[in-house]
């Protein structure tokens, strides 16, 4: 299994294409996706997030309305009070968490400050065993994803073994 993030990211990019490949392979193929699933269950479980926090230095946070109830809740503020002070608009998502020059406003080392009621688009990363709509569709973010999470990069490579994809291409 594949952890460090520097290794992580070289072989991401290089890899790039050949995951969009296998995004379309497994669109292509009818696979049972409790199974792809079950293996990204493994995966997530032999890594430790704690000790990697990278999705919420790298990546946006896409709000809810009701992300928002519960932040605002969470942190006494009113939800007037919480947009200003902790949203940004995004051209391509709406509503983002802000960002600071090491990642999320809320991240303090690898801790999240507010993870009891961190947004749902947060429980769900990397959208891989939990998350809205079919593991297919969920799909079109996951090249860009092995390039900074463990658990996306390993995951992919993995499935690649399981539905007997051609690696390279
Ligand atoms: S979800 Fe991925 S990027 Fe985020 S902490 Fe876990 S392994 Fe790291
Ligand atoms: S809200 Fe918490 S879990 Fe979500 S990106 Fe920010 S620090 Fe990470």
């Known amino acids: 299994m594949l952890t460090d993030l520097v290794q992580i990211r070289r072989q991401g990019e290089k890899l790039r294409t050949e995951n969009q490949r296998l995004r379309v392979h497994l669109k292509r193929h009818d696979f049972v996706e409790r199974r792809l699933r079950r293996i990204a269950q493994e995966v997530e479980e032999a890594i430790d997030c704690r000790a990697c926090a990278n999705c919420c230095r790298e990546g946006t946070v896409r709000l809810t309305d009701r992300d928002i109830e519960h932040l605002a809740k969470f942190l006494g503020m009113s ?91």
């Open 79 to 169: 939800i007037r009070e919480f947009r200003a002070q902790y949203t940004a608009p995004s051209e391509e998502e709406g509503l983002i968490l802000k960002r600071t020059e090491t990642g999320c406003v809320f991240l303090a080392g690898n801790d999240c400050t507010v993870y009891d009621a961190r947004p749902r688009a947060c429980v769900n990363f990397p959208h891989l065993v939990r998350g809205d709509g079919s593991l297919v569709s969920r799909m079109w973010d996951m090249p860009d994803r092995a390039t900074y999470c463990p658990i996306v990069f390993n995951t992919l490579e993995a499935w690649k073994d399981e539905t007997k994809f051609k690696r390279g291409e």
